[in-house]
């Protein structure tokens, strides 16, 4: 299980720091962030790989970083210049070493008004 938490509701310009903690004795292969905006699918925010690797959206580059140790929790997503578009629900990810069986946390809405 995987436990998400830092969002909320910010002006533009500023910044929140999402936290995901996972149960332990998991070991992941990557952890990241997808966000889902109202109306619209799914996206891939930020990932990190076990390797220390990252990717991210081209919308988010430059402003967001994905930090933590990607093998274990927990991993974090520093969230800066923050704007209306990055509105969302934020969801935790990571997929198992072996299995790759993929977790998902709950959720964390992330506002930014204008």
């Known amino acids: 299980q995987l436990q998400a938490s830092g969002g909320g509701l910010v002006q533009t310009g500023g910044s929140l720091r999402l936290s995901c903690v996972a149960s332990?004795?998991?070991?992941?292969?990557?952890m990241g962030w997808y966000r889902q905006a109202l109306g619209k699918e799914r996206e891939l925010v930020a990932v990190?790989?076990?390797?220390?690797?990252?990717d991210y959206a081209d919308s988010v580059k430059g402003r967001f970083a994905i930090s933590g140790n990607s093998a274990k929790s927990p991993v974090y997503l520093q969230m800066d210049s923050l704007k209306p578009e990055d509105t969302a629900v934020y969801y935790c990810?990571?997929?198992?070493?072996?299995?790759?069986?993929?977790?998902w946390g709950q959720g964390t809405q992330v506002t930014v008004s204008s």
């Open positions: 990190r790989y076990s390797d220390g690797s990252t």
């Open positions: 332990p004795g998991y070991s992941f292969s990557r």
């Open positions: 990810n990571a997929r198992r070493i072996v299995t790759n069986y993929e977790f």
